[in-house]
């Protein structure tokens, strides 16, 4: 009989306690009125706009690089305009 008593102790400590927590968790966010941002008091490292700027920035690092390797071979440069309608051209053979 003890082990009995023992064993549904362990089984209610290992499953009952972290579901007992989770469940506490669920109902505090579901009735905390700020939203989950404040209550985590989470905030994003940067603004779209900032996303925006430096992918802008990266695209055209990565275009003077390719321009810098054409030039060394001696092709012409290319445009952002040309870069951006082939691959376009590339993902319309896929449609």
Same mark, same amino acid.
């Given at each position: 009989?003890?082990?009995v #008593? =023992?064993?549904? /102790? &362990?089984?209610?400590?290992?499953?009952?306690?972290?579901?007992?927590?989770?469940?506490?968790?669920l109902? =505090?966010?579901? &009735? /905390? $009125?700020?939203?989950? !941002?404040?209550?985590?008091?989470?905030?994003? #490292?940067? @603004?779209p706009?900032?996303?925006? !700027?430096l *992918?802008?920035?990266d #695209?055209h %690092?990565?275009?003077?690089?390719?321009?810098? *390797?054409?030039?060394?071979?001696? =092709?012409? %440069?290319? @445009?952002? !305009?040309?870069? #951006? !309608? $082939? @691959?376009? =051209?590339?993902?319309?053979? *896929?449609d």
């Amino acid at each position: 009989m003890k082990t009995v #008593t =023992a064993e549904l /102790y &362990f089984l209610l400590m290992v499953i009952g306690l972290p579901v007992l927590i989770l469940g506490l968790a669920l109902a =505090a966010a579901r &009735f /905390y $009125h700020d939203g989950p !941002e404040e209550l985590l008091d989470w905030k994003p #490292t940067r @603004s779209p706009r900032r996303e925006a !700027e430096l *992918y802008g920035g990266d #695209t055209h %690092d990565m275009l003077g690089a390719i321009n810098r *390797y054409r030039r060394l071979r001696g =092709a012409p %440069d290319r @445009s952002l !305009e040309e870069v #951006t !309608e $082939h @691959s376009w =051209a590339d993902l319309d053979q *896929y449609d």
